[in-house]
């Protein structure tokens, strides 16, 4: 499985970005597909989890502001980050799971600030 991370950039506090991630592999639509994150200094976070439209899970600090999604078709999830804050600034990190097996994107790098 390979995972190509798209979308990062510089942005302002208020403003908004949208990550991709395209996956090779012909099970896309049975695995979990997510964001992770790593900001200098810190641990690797949640963002979040899919595998379904019902069955989406958020890390606590981006409830509300971000959006995940996916489209089997094109075997690519989707991160919509709205309302972004200078917190968010981190590597942002494509992963998928399946069968107890787990691949990660390169990253993507998300800058907040004005």
């Known amino acids: 499985v390979q995972l190509q991370a798209s979308g990062g950039g510089l942005v302002q506090p208020g403003g908004s970005l949208r990550l991709s991630c395209a996956a090779s592999?012909?099970?896309?639509?049975?695995?979990?597909m997510g964001w992770y994150r790593q900001a200098p200094g810190k641990q690797r976070e949640l963002v979040a989890n899919?595998?379904?439209?019902?069955?989406?899970v958020y890390g606590d600090s981006v409830k509300g502001r971000f959006t995940i999604s996916r489209d089997n078709a094109k075997n690519t999830v989707y991160l919509q980050m709205n309302s972004l804050k200078p917190e968010d600034t981190a590597v942002y990190y494509c992963?998928?799971?399946?069968?107890?097996?787990?691949?990660w994107g390169q990253g993507t790098q998300v800058t907040v600030s004005s």
């Open positions: 992963r998928s799971y399946y069968g107890g097996f787990e691949y």
């Open positions: 899919i595998l379904t439209r019902d069955d989406i």
């Open positions: 592999g012909s099970i896309f639509s049975s695995t979990v």
